[in-house]
């Protein structure tokens, strides 16, 4: 390699380094970065040039367009690129193509590929594709890379993890439930198909709200509604006993929903709307969740029929603008507004929406000459009078839309739906007030809406479930009066007598001498003759129950610290778990009663049952898997599902990689890149 002169260096470099860019002018190569270090290296390589670089301090003669020093970043990246190039001419190879870096595990492939059929519904011969299987063969040899164990995923391996998941989670579920006293739930999918349902159980554990979907309910066609004999095969799989059950609560306007109802019929379908079936399971009836009173009061008011006869107009009117041969769509369009949709009472917050998009559109339309209808149901005559009417109807009722809303979201017990409801009231009382003495609509609309209000707030303070979880929530305790402060006392008492019987660690003793007692009892009959002839005697004697007795005068003397509506009751609860081991347990009963549900938040409408038969996995199992797929994660990380007892057996030749020196191979190669 020859050396050249400092003063052949800048005549060299010399018109090769113009406006930031480095070009070799004997091969017409670029420089990396457009650098004139690079292009040094390059002659160095290359054409064997080995240039020595003057030092700029001590030459005078040297240009302000010298090279300027060299940072380490720089050069050890062409250090690196050099050494790629050098083991590229050692091995006579072409150059290597640069390979992405995926951090891979076992786990997260199997979680995925299970995800695929369990939450994305692919069958899972899914697995016997060939496509399928050129993206998932380099994972699997990623992974034996790591770990030096063969690693496949077929149909078979998929169906097995699946199965053993499953038969996981019932044998969890079980352990859970069956020493509980349980809130159930029936629910539906409003994209489901006609007469099915969806039974889940709810309960609170460790200050958490937890949720166990147990199946589906299918009806016959000429079956009305469900009732206990579809309902108890589901709780005997669970070995649930129908005295565990404590509440049932169902919402049956999800069934109509899509449901299209004329002026003509519309006060009949509220009275549907408020009448519900009557089920029982074992002693327990079928109820509404509470937050349905929300919706309730919006159809409370139309009970006015000056109120209900200008509503009706404004519904006529909706469907008016709803006609597309009508061509307002463009003027609403235009305005970037929203063309109101006309309301159903089976759909929650869709009256309030209607008439709130007639407001909003005011401006546009108040001044727009509207034809006759020919229809007489279907007449409205836009004024300044039914203007009136539905700006009041919006002021009014956006206190009572936005709590609707939150119960329609959100899924709150008894505690946070009172808190919102009382926000509702207190509100709305403020509104009615400052129009007390206006003899406008707005007055007429709040002193309905308040008298429904009243009306139903005074029904569930009478119900002696709702009192009881209010009487352990210290946000309320002190607001209920003497009565209803006696009627939760009397609710808790049997509750607790009801909860021991499936929790004894309950009703053992807390203090040391009572537990050193026991065991001198238990030592004076270990005599079996003994021992029977005192059960003889002691037959018909009524023993003391000195647990439920405590907490009996516990429960009637209970004071608990008052907390700011913002508390979180169910954490509140938690941390009197060591402390009040018995009130905590009656908490968490009272508080998993749900008094709302988010509306559409139960989907199995999209369970395949098309590819049930091509797979050994039953239907019963796919669906149970599927329905609580929000609790695969956590039965994943517990489970260990991956054994590769026969993997060698099952992996094909070309999934395997030839030998150790291959992988030393691809290892170089990456640390080349």
């Not at 379908?269 to 079928?286: A, M």
């Not at 939150?406 to 926000?423: C, M, N, P, T, V």
């Not at 308040?450 to 352990?472: H, P, Q, V, W």
Request: contains cysteine; hydrophobic residues 35%.
């Amino acid at each position: 390699m020859g050396r050249t002169s400092n003063s052949e260096i800048w005549n060299y470099f010399e018109n090769i380094v113009k406006d930031g860019i480095a070009e070799c002018k004997i091969c017409s190569t670029r420089m990396r970065n457009n650098r004139v270090f690079n292009l040094r290296q390059h002659l160095r390589k290359v054409h064997k040039m080995d240039i020595e670089v003057q030092d700029v301090s001590n030459n005078s003669q040297v240009s302000a367009s010298s090279p300027k020093p060299y940072d380490e970043e720089q050069i050890n990246a062409v250090l690196k690129l050099a050494k790629r190039k050098m083991q590229e001419e050692r091995l006579g190879e072409k150059r290597y193509k640069r390979r992405a870096y995926i951090e891979v595990n076992k786990k997260l492939v199997v979680r995925s590929v299970i995800g695929l059929v369990v939450e994305d519904g692919i069958g899972p011969n899914i697995m016997d594709s060939s496509n399928m299987l050129n993206l998932v063969k380099p994972l699997c040899n990623a992974i034996y890379g790591q770990e030096l164990k063969t690693f496949t995923m077929d149909t078979s391996r998929v169906e097995r993890n699946i199965d053993m998941l499953a038969s996981n989670m019932r044998t969890d579920f079980s352990k859970d439930l069956h020493w509980r006293l349980l809130s159930l739930k029936i629910d539906t999918d409003i994209d489901a198909p006609p007469k099915t349902f969806c039974l889940s159980t709810q309960f609170i554990d460790e200050g958490q709200v937890e949720t166990r979907i147990l199946g589906i309910i299918k009806l016959n066609e000429d079956e009305v509604n469900f009732s206990q004999k579809h309902i108890q095969p589901i709780l005997n799989k669970f070995d649930i006993d129908n005295s565990q059950i404590v509440s049932i609560t169902w919402d049956h306007t999800k069934e109509n929903f899509s449901r299209s109802v004329r002026n003509s019929e519309y006060l009949k379908e509220i009275e549907l709307l408020q009448n519900y079936p009557d089920i029982n399971i074992g002693s327990i009836q079928v109820q509404p969740y509470i937050g349905t009173i929300a919706h309730i009061c919006f159809m409370d008011i139309f009970k006015n029929p000056q109120i209900f006869q200008l509503f009706l107009e404004c519904r006529n009117f909706a469907k008016y603008l709803n006609d597309e041969s009508n061509g307002y769509y463009k003027i609403f369009e235009d305005q970037n507004l929203r063309v109101p949709q006309i309301d159903s009472p089976w759909r929650w917050g869709s009256t309030y929406n209607m008439m709130n998009d007639l407001y909003m559109a005011r401006n546009v339309l108040q001044n727009v000459k509207f034809e006759q209808v020919s229809s007489p149901e279907d007449q409205f005559k836009v004024n300044d009078n039914l203007w009136a009417f539905i700006e009041a109807y919006c002021d009014i009722l956006k206190y009572l839309q936005k709590s609707l809303l939150r119960y329609y979201k959100e899924e709150q017990h008894i505690g946070d739906f009172y808190a919102q409801w009382l926000k509702c009231k207190l509100l709305n009382q403020k509104l009615m007030k400052n129009h007390s003495n206006t003899e406008s609509f707005i007055g007429l609309i709040a002193q309905e809406l308040m008298n429904s209000i009243e009306a139903r707030t005074k029904t569930l303070l009478e119900n002696d479930r709702f009192t009881g979880c209010l009487y352990l929530d210290p946000r309320f305790q002190h607001t209920l009066n003497l009565p209803q402060k006696t009627m939760a006392v009397e609710y808790l008492k049997k509750l607790w007598s009801h909860a021991k019987l499936y929790n004894p660690q309950m009703t053992k003793p807390k203090s040391e001498d009572n537990e050193s007692t026991q065991l001198q009892d238990q030592q004076q009959f270990d005599d079996d003759e003994d021992e029977f002839l005192n059960e003889f005697l002691c037959k018909g004697i009524k023993v003391k129950d000195v647990t439920t007795a405590d907490v009996h005068k516990h429960l009637e003397r209970l004071k608990l610290p008052f907390q700011m509506v913002d508390t979180n009751i169910l954490f509140f609860w938690r941390e009197w778990k060591f402390s009040e081991p018995e009130l905590h347990y009656l908490s968490s009963i009272c508080f998993s009663i749900p008094a709302t549900q988010i509306y559409n938040k139960i989907n199995y409408c999209h369970i395949p049952f098309n590819w049930a038969g091509s797979t050994n996995l039953s239907a019963d199992t796919l669906n149970f898997i599927r329905l609580n797929s929000h609790l695969l994660d956590s039965a994943f990380a517990r489970v260990d599902t991956f054994s590769e007892d026969d993997a060698c057996s099952n992996m094909s030749d070309d999934m395997q990689l030839e030998n150790d020196d291959e992988t030393h191979n691809l290892a170089e190669e990456y640390l080349a890149d």
